[in-house]
């Protein structure tokens, strides 16, 4: 077992990015181009909206603190959106507002289970997103009066509402420029 603050420490000086978990430590995954290129297009498109505001995108090399009553997390979305930032000199945040993570075969599991279950449990938190990067599909968690509501957007034409930013994020951007597996066609016997 680690502690927090030995993470922190030795997080720093590490060659790749390790996530978290209650004193345990794990390695993170390579992803394909594809994925950092959805994850690219949302920070910009969340940057170039958020100009002149208060909220600021991070990209992936930001981590995110998650505090439980008996334990702490730390993990690395690959955007997030904060508007009450902690310190520069803090190498992590603890008040996101947006969360984002672009699902790939190696994390859908972790970001549907574990990381949606953790988010959902910080109070700043308004929206996240599951960003699939095999189709034009974006699976979104809002914040509303009772709790959590599941949709589900596809398409060039799908847009995403962003009240709690103040405007929409249309998934022709997070998608642009991005090509796509073929989808497979699997014939009825």
């Known amino acids: 077992m ?47 909206r958020l100009r002149g505001k208060k909220c600021r995108p991070f990209n992936s090399d930001t981590k995110l603190r998650i505090r439980f009553p008996n334990h702490v997390r730390f993990y690395y979305p690959d955007v997030q959106v904060v508007c009450q930032p902690n310190s520069v000199d803090e190498s992590f945040q603890d008040q996101p507002n947006v969360i984002v993570e672009v699902l790939s075969e190696s994390t859908r599991r972790t970001d549907e289970g574990e990381k949606l279950d953790a988010y959902l449990t910080i109070p ?63 014939e009825a016997e």
């Not at 978990?21 to 994850?39: D, K, L, S, T």
């Not at 996240?128 to 599909?137: F, G, M």
């Not at 699976?139 to 405007?167: E, H, K, N, W």
Request: with cysteine; net charge negative.
């Open 2 to 48: 680690i502690s927090p603050a030995d993470y922190l420490e030795t997080e720093l000086l590490s060659p790749i990015k390790r996530e978290y978990i209650a004193g345990r430590v794990y390695a993170m995954g390579e992803f394909q181009n594809r994925h950092n290129i959805i994850a690219g297009n949302t920070l910009v498109t969340l940057h170039a």
């Open 124 to 186: 700043s938190l308004e929206t996240y997103l599951l960003v699939d990067s095999t189709n034009k599909e974006v699976v979104v968690q809002q914040r509303g009066d009772t709790g959590f509501t599941r949709s589900v957007y596809i398409g060039d034409d799908g847009v995403i509402p962003l009240a709690c930013l103040g405007f929409d994020l249309p998934l022709a951007e997070i998608y642009e420029g991005v090509q796509l597996p073929a989808l497979e066609v699997v």
